[in-house]
């Protein structure tokens, strides 16, 4: 069987599942399914490709995913590589010489079904790589997504869920131009007995009227909203060319908790964009308490080959470094004033295989021994333990 390392988004993770399960019969085989987002991640990809050899010095080890396709020639000459295959390509069983088989259900390595049904990305955020290696925007159509979800679900799984590149442009390039919230809405309807729905990072200003009213009445529907925020300065943001403002963050923030006050806030920043200034720091920082962010992605800015921001003037590494900490500081604090609410309250917790689990809110919960995993469990946390509920 193949041995996929999976490195990046859900979405990698996702194609990861469906790699597992195209290469099963596949002996000897090494698959590095890279990221890109960072120089970071760029880094740890070429980490596991070494740590990869070594371990299976005889084996056939080949790299696709977003690194592939953007650092293709250094990734390509490392000693190590066999071979690259493109990112468009890895979910093609054409590409790897197998015969096509039916998608296995990913519970057999997780409690969640993570569902692709988005890839590409059309917009220009001047930081971001990732257009690069994924291309245009593409949709998988409700028919197909179906499909899927019935697969996983047949095999037990309690919680899809959905993931993309750019998850609210879904059926941006469809017949009619749908919104995520039909997507959404179909799965509901043709899934009754499916018990948890949750979505990936989403784009506030994409977010369309039905599925705004899906994520404030619908109970199957996690009150977990991830936002793609990028930061809380507006300056910043205009110079990132996001399509929103601080105030319209705020503004989707207040909306959502006034229609469901429990929903927990989640959000992508970026420490140290280029000319940020100890001004546009500080409003980064104060948006995590004003949005109250307890799932916070803290991203030390980093310059990607061919962006525009890789050309604007560069803030130090240094300051980049105290400025992402203090970004992971706050949040730490919004979070614990979360967790220490939620003991005394009912938590419908999802079984992991590691003994903890996730309640709704998407909060880190320690299970009671001998829990099986994929179970829904009522739980009433009495403590917080290294940010653990338990």
Not at 161 to 179: E, F, I, K, M, R
Request: charged letters at 20%.
């Amino acid at each position: 069987m193949a041995d996929v390392v999976s490195l990046g988004c859900r979405l990698n993770l996702s194609e990861s599942e469906a790699m597992r399960s195209m290469l099963a019969a596949e002996p000897d085989l090494i698959v590095i399914n890279s990221c890109a987002v960072t120089s970071e991640a760029v880094r740890q990809t070429r980490q596991a490709i070494r740590r990869a050899r070594r371990d299976r010095p005889a084996a056939r080890l080949i790299v696709t995913g977003c690194a592939a396709e953007i650092d293709r020639a250094r990734i390509g000459a490392m000693p190590e590589v066999d071979g690259l295959l493109a990112n468009a390509a890895k979910l093609d069983p054409r590409a790897w010489n197998v015969a096509p088989i039916a998608a296995l259900p990913s519970q057999e390595r997780h409690t969640r079904a993570f569902v692709a049904i988005q890839n590409g990305c059309d917009h220009a955020c001047t930081f971001c790589v990732i257009p690069q290696g994924r291309g245009a925007a593409r949709s998988m159509p409700v028919g197909q997504i179906l499909r899927a979800i019935d697969t996983h679900l047949d095999g037990g799984v309690q919680e899809v869920v959905l993931t993309g590149v750019d998850l609210t442009s879904w059926g941006c390039d469809l017949a009619g131009q749908p919104g995520l919230g039909q997507a959404v809405e179909a799965i509901l309807r043709a899934f009754p007995t499916l018990a948890r729905l949750r979505l990936s990072s989403l784009d506030g200003v994409e977010i369309d009227p039905l599925l705004f009213e899906l994520l404030t009445t619908e109970a199957r529907i996690m009150p977990h909203v991830h936002l793609s925020l990028q930061h809380g300065d507006d300056l910043m943001l205009k110079r990132m060319k996001r399509r929103h403002l601080r105030c319209d963050a705020a503004g989707l923030v207040e909306r959502l908790k006034a229609r469901r006050p429990d929903v927990a806030i989640g959000a992508d920043l970026i420490a140290g964009f280029p000319t940020e200034d100890e001004a546009a720091h500080h409003a980064n920082l104060t948006i995590i308490a004003e949005l109250d962010v307890v799932h916070g992605h803290v991203f030390p800015y980093s310059p990607r080959p061919g962006t525009p921001a890789a050309r604007m003037p560069q803030v130090d590494g240094a300051f980049i470094r105290h400025r992402a900490a203090a970004l992971r500081a706050q949040v730490a604090v919004q979070r614990r004033l979360w967790l220490d609410a939620l003991v005394g309250q009912p938590q419908q917790v999802l079984a992991e295989r590691d003994g903890t689990g996730h309640a709704q809110n998407f909060a880190r919960v320690q299970l009671p021994p001998q829990t099986p995993a994929g179970t829904i469990v009522t739980l009433t946390p009495t403590r917080v333990i290294e940010g653990l509920l338990a």
